[in-house]
């Protein structure tokens, strides 16, 4: 059935560095994937609305050269983290429309030390 | 970023007992969804609702889409020890692409 999954499921990095993050949707294509960043005990939060072939669009107060993303083909989105620092660890969690509604990838868990 | 807002934020319940959330929004969805969430995981999807006053089951879960369009609720009864974590509803208006927004979650405890 559709699934959506992420890699990887865990990272951990040193401040200054750029981490990619996968999201594929598995037996369905998503022509939209939206990435979201929960911090602990909180809710998830809108990042960016990813598209394939065309530019990101992101939420307000989300820096759109920190965090790029690539979405390249129907089954595949890329979160970029460029230039890393402490405050950006957080999970990180993509979605896709599985129809009948979306559904979420597993996360992944960013840390920077 | 825009959130829902979810009540209770927490509750702790004893085994056996049913359960009561809910979501308002000041703006009006077309769609709400429930998810659960456990601790380290991505949400996973519990119930979809589609259409104004529209009241779905799943298993020992009832959910509710609101009248005015600006609220739902969950229940859930009979509530057993696995039914810890956190419960997140989620809205999206119509508008080409879903973007679902969250509500801020009820962190749900249940006591044997």
């Known amino acids: 059935g559709a699934v959506v999954s992420q890699h990887p499921s865990w990272v951990i990095c040193k401040s200054g560095t750029s981490v990619k993050i996968e999201c594929r949707s598995l037996d369905f294509q998503a022509t939209t994937m939206f990435w979201y960043r929960q911090f602990p005990k909180q809710s998830l939060m809108l990042m960016a609305t990813?598209?394939?072939?065309?530019?990101?669009?992101?939420e307000q107060g989300v820096e759109k050269d920190k965090f790029l993303i690539n979405h390249a083909s129907l089954t595949l989105s890329t979160l970029t983290v460029t230039s890393a620092h402490p405050e950006d660890s957080s999970f990180y969690i993509c979605?896709?429309?599985?129809?009948?509604?979306?559904?979420f990838g597993p996360g992944t868990r960013l840390t920077v030390l | 970023g825009q959130q829902l807002n979810q009540s209770p934020q927490s509750m702790f319940i004893q085994e056996g007992e049913d359960v009561s959330m809910n979501c308002t929004s000041s703006s009006i969805f077309n769609t709400w969804l429930w998810y659960k969430q456990d601790p380290g995981e991505g949400p996973v999807l519990l119930i979809a609702l589609y259409k104004a006053g529209e009241l779905t089951s799943n298993g020992r879960l009832t959910a509710q889409f609101g009248i005015t369009r600006k609220d739902s609720f969950l229940n859930i009864s009979a509530s057993i020890p696995s039914d810890v974590g956190i419960y997140f509803c989620?809205?999206?208006?119509?508008?080409?692409?879903?973007?679902?927004?969250f509500g801020t979650g009820t962190r749900l405890k249940v006591l044997a």
């Open positions: 990813s598209n394939e072939g065309s530019k990101a669009t992101y």
């Open positions: 989620a809205g999206a208006k119509t508008s080409g692409t879903y973007k679902y927004i």
């Open positions: 979605s896709a429309n599985g129809s009948p509604a979306w559904l």
